[in-house]
């Protein structure tokens, strides 16, 4: 087949996480497609090494030649976090698109290796840790970008200072705790990409959040037959994992003047933020709090990245 002609992500290096599934299995296809480069991070390798795949042969059907790179970690791991930041920096010259697209919904609270609730750990600190780590990479790349799969689950919640540990949201029993607890990390994404895009000012980083929609996905299918039995009655209506990924993928590529840095999209277009994100001094103090939740995290003894 014939090399394509160059296009906005061709020979990009896009760093995504999520890659196995979802939307992020339809993105890591679409964007090697279009000539990008990709490093994906994937708690489980051989999943990773099929979503590689996947991307390969969408680049050879476009008609490019692409480098797709599997690490394995688990995001909730702040030490695997700062493994595979460091494995970026070491193998990377730079970094022109931060995908931070890994997330999950845990009807339970569960605990990390580092003592966090898993859903903030896994959906708030790992995109927040992974970014700040390869900001200087970034920097040195730009222009660049970061986007984070955020959520109109959002709507309604509030950045929970006074429960990060989870346990006021869990307590009890009524039903839909694990969602709320989403919904409260999916503000946290949007919050953090705001204030990302004020302290990046001038370095040349822009930071964008989306929400896919209702897609269908294997998403919360880890939380019993009450979870298992409503995704399937939403399932008709869901859209497919392509059409999640669409806003996802258009925002790696739009010319960066044509978009708000620091904006929530959705369907292409900047969408209203949550109430929740505009309250007064909340990205400030979400970022300090989170440097402080990170701080501690050193890596620990373990098979280094391969």
């Known amino acids: 087949m014939p090399a394509a002609p160059p296009g906005p992500l061709d020979g990009k290096q896009v760093v995504l996480t999520g890659a196995t599934n979802g939307i992020g299995l339809a993105a890591i296809g679409q964007l090697a497609a279009r000539g990008a480069n990709i490093a994906l991070v994937a708690r489980d390798r051989e999943r990773g090494e099929a979503a590689a795949r996947r991307a390969r042969e969408a680049a050879r059907a476009g008609g490019h030649h692409v480098v797709v790179d599997v690490v394995a970690g688990d995001l909730s791991s702040q030490a695997d976090v700062r493994r595979f930041a460091s494995w970026v920096v ?10 931070n697209n890994a997330g999950a919904n845990y009807s339970r609270r569960r605990v990390t290796s580092d003592g966090i609730e898993m859903t903030w750990a896994l959906n708030h600190l790992a995109p927040f840790l992974l970014t700040t780590l390869l900001l200087d990479r970034m920097g040195g790349s730009a222009p660049s970008r970061v986007i984070t799969t955020a959520s109109d689950a959002s709507r309604g919640a509030h950045i929970p200072f006074d429960d990060l540990d989870g346990t006021k949201v869990y307590s009890g029993f009524a039903p839909g705790k694990g969602f709320r607890r989403y919904g409260q990390t999916k503000l946290a994404n949007i919050v ?10 001038g370095t040349g980083v822009r930071a ?18 009450v979870a298992e ?9 869901a859209r497919r994992p392509d059409e999640g990924a669409d806003t996802l993928v258009w925002l790696a590529e739009v010319p960066l003047p044509e978009v708000a840095n620091g904006g929530y999209f959705f369907d292409r277009r900047e969408h209203q933020a949550p109430a929740g994100a505009k309250e007064r001094e909340v990205g400030p103090r979400l970022w300090e709090i989170s440097e402080n939740q990170v701080k501690g995290s050193e890596l620990s003894a373990g098979p280094e990245f391969s």
């Open 90 to 99: 070491a193998h990377y010259p730079k970094v022109d698109i931060l995908i």
């Open 192 to 201: 953090f990409t705001m204030e990302l895009a004020r302290r990046a000012k």
């Open 208 to 225: 964008y959040s989306f929400h896919p929609g209702l897609v269908a996905t294997g998403f919360n299918h880890n939380n019993g037959l």
């Open 229 to 237: 039995a409503a995704m399937a009655v939403i399932k008709p209506f």
